[in-house]
């Protein structure tokens, strides 16, 4: 079979691939607009900015860690390594700051450890291990605003001090190296979830963004979900192949998450979920945190993409041109050079309002216990008007004018999240009670 992987991937999956094939370029000094358009806020209800502000919003998946690890645009517009991003400055690029999460009442981010599937071994633990240590700096560096969390109970107790809770989700299992004691260091240095693949197979499950290997999980695979399970880590099938969605889901004993994926019925991406999906997440408590990307979300995006592969490669050589390898560079430069596309005409335009229309139906299937946000910020090409967490109060606005409930909305916005983390929680110290 073959894969149509690249149409299933952010633009910081395909220019992985293109890293492979080219040659790393230096560095270039583009002139990049700012493309971080604002949000006149007075278009948020009373109801809407109270409902918002005194909830506590989750997002389950952000690559803002690729920022922390260095490299920062200068006013030129040029990306310099030698640079820091400081995450306490209002930036004018990318999605996630701490006077923006402040600004849009974010109150808990997962900050995804990531490093593209091709990197195995000793080399990826090693890199996740530096990414994490990335994350604890940032808290370090600021504890009057950002508090380290690794369960339900420090989120809200976070979020009672005004500081934005600081999570840590591994985004795929190649960072373990097979072995379930790397799993057990990650799990003590505070990671509470692991999306069990990226694009790429693992040596254990299969992935949605690759020819299937293993049909699903292998048993190494389920000592992992059980180990995890044990741990009280959150298993996240954001990623997975179908099959392998299924095996977890028969031998998990706590409920799943799918930190950011969208639903496959309005964008057929194989990295979103199906209705059936969605269905068995929920009947065992699951939850589907909806991905804002916009080749997720919108079916138009995705065709016009896949019509004219040639504007995709065209960004991506101008990223590798501008970026050479650094990932965050390409996020960023990524995002942009895709919104200049979409303004000479060549991709269509792709509505936040999208984010709502799959929360929407995600709701409509199994109810608005099973449904929250996982924005993949700083990682994916965002929708105008979600071009960062500042706009976030307009989700609640649009769920309030469907007729949702103020319970409800709040469910989605957060409280989901934190009933499975605390399920989870429960399910570990279960299985570490019981004799083995
Ligand atoms: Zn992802």
Known sequence: ??????????????????????????CGFGTAADVTASLASDDISLPARKLH???LVIDTHADTTQRFLGGQFAADGGFRSGLKFDFAARDARGSIDIPRMREGGLGAIFFSIWIPSKIKGPPAVARA??????????VRRYPADLAFATTAGEIRAAHAQHKIAALIGIEGGHMINSDLGVLRHFAALGARYMTLTHTGNVEWADSSGAAPVHHGLTPFG?????????????????????????DVLAIGEAPLLAS?????????????????????????????????HVAFLSQEFRDAEKKDPLINKAIEAEVL?????NEACELIEGDRLTRESVERGKLPRVDWSKIVEHIDHAVQ????????????????????????????????????????????????LGENTLRVMAEVERTGRALTAAPQ
Do not use: W
């Not at 299933?8 to 230096?26: G, I, K, N, W, Y």
């Not at 389920?222 to 299924?246: A, P, Q």
């Not at 041109?321 to 390898?325: A, I, P, S």
């Not at 199994?366 to 960062?388: C, I, Q, R």
């Open 260 to 292: 950011h994926s969208s639903c496959r019925a309005i964008c057929d991406a194989s990295r979103n979920m199906s209705d059936d999906m969605i269905k068995a997440l929920a009947a065992k408590g699951g939850v589907i945190q909806i991905n804002y």
């Open 53 to 55: 502000f005194s909830s």
């Open 222 to 246: 389920r000592e992992v979900i059980h180990e995890m399970n044990r741990l009280g880590m959150m298993v996240d099938i954001s990623h997975v192949s179908d099959k392998t969605f299924y």
């Open 129 to 138: 291990l530096e990414q994490i240590a990335a994350v604890h700096e940032q």
């Open 321 to 325: 041109k501008l970026c050479g390898d």
């Open 365 to 412: 299937l199994v109810g608005a216990e099973h449904v929250g946000l996982g924005s993949d910020f700083d990682g994916a090409n965002m929708p105008y008007g979600m071009e960062d967490a500042t706009q976030l109060p307009k989700i609640t606005e649009a769920l309030l004018r469907k007729g949702y409930s103020e319970d409800d909305v709040k469910k989605i």
């Open 1 to 26: 079979m073959k894969s149509d992987e690249p149409h299933d991937a952010t633009r910081r999956e395909a220019l992985q691939r293109l890293l492979v094939l080219a040659p790393v370029l230096a």
